[in-house]
């Protein structure tokens, strides 16, 4: 049975609510947590885990990081579309030579992107400080427009579950609407239910930064 739209935006809402009852001193995020029955999901297996990419409806806050790495009309679309930072062609090996200027740069950054000209360089010099946090970089024509990559990343989360049958992602912001927040939450559940997994699920929970936990109803 779905879940429905009004109880996930019940959710949300009591969320908000319970988690600015302290006077607290930044914008929260809002995160989803869901939890999957042990005995019927085998997480020892590959296939059960999620490491996937999903581009959710509404643009997330902060703005996720974005860095470009190219040379020429790729690098001044990059910036123009958003990116964060380029990293030249040039600056690679510069980078990639030193242990802790490239792990700084992969853990400074939630997304690469690259010109396909570039990825041979990238490869050899960062890709394992890339690779290892799920960070490589997807390559991009001189054509392709940076304008549309940027704008989805600024709405992907990554979905991620390890050694426990349960994942974590942000879904929303107190900037966002209640709707907003809940569309993006039925987006990932869908994607669930696109896995097949639907029903193996236990517990899906919706909470602020600092605020308690609100279970979502059938």
């Keep these: 049975m779905p879940i429905r739209a009004d ?3 019940a959710a949300v809402t009591e969320a908000r609510t319970k988690g600015t ?3 607290i001193k930044f914008d929260q995020s809002f995160d989803l947590a869901v939890n999957f029955r042990k005995k019927e999901l085998d997480i020892s297996k590959p ?3 999620f490491n996937q990419e999903l581009v959710l409806p509404n643009t997330l806050y902060p703005l996720p990081k974005i860095c470009a790495i190219g040379d020429g009309e790729f690098a001044e679309k990059a910036i123009a579309a958003g990116a964060e930072r380029v990293v030249s062609k040039e600056d690679i090996p510069k980078v990639g030579e030193q242990k802790k ?3 700084t740069l992969a853990k400074s950054y939630d997304y690469f992107i690259a010109a396909v000209d570039a990825m041979p360089l990238v490869g050899r010099y960062l890709g394992q400080a890339l690779g290892s946090r799920g960070k490589m970089p997807r390559p991009f024509p001189p054509q392709a427009d940076l304008n549309v990559i940027v704008s989805q990343y600024h709405r992907t989360v990554r979905i991620r579950m390890r050694n ?3 994942f974590h992602v942000k879904v929303g912001h107190e900037k966002m609407s209640d709707r907003e927040i809940a569309d993006n939450i039925a987006a990932v559940l869908n994607f669930i239910e696109s896995k ?3 029903a193996r699920i ?3 929970m919706v909470k602020t930064t600092m605020g308690p936990v609100v279970e979502i109803s059938a």
């Design 7 to 9: 109880n996930i935006q």
């Design 101 to 103: 200027d490239r792990k």
């Design 202 to 204: 236990s517990h899906i």
């Design 164 to 166: 426990t049958p349960t």
């Design 47 to 49: 296939e059960n885990r």
């Design 196 to 198: 097949g997994f639907k």
């Design 21 to 23: 009852e302290r006077h």
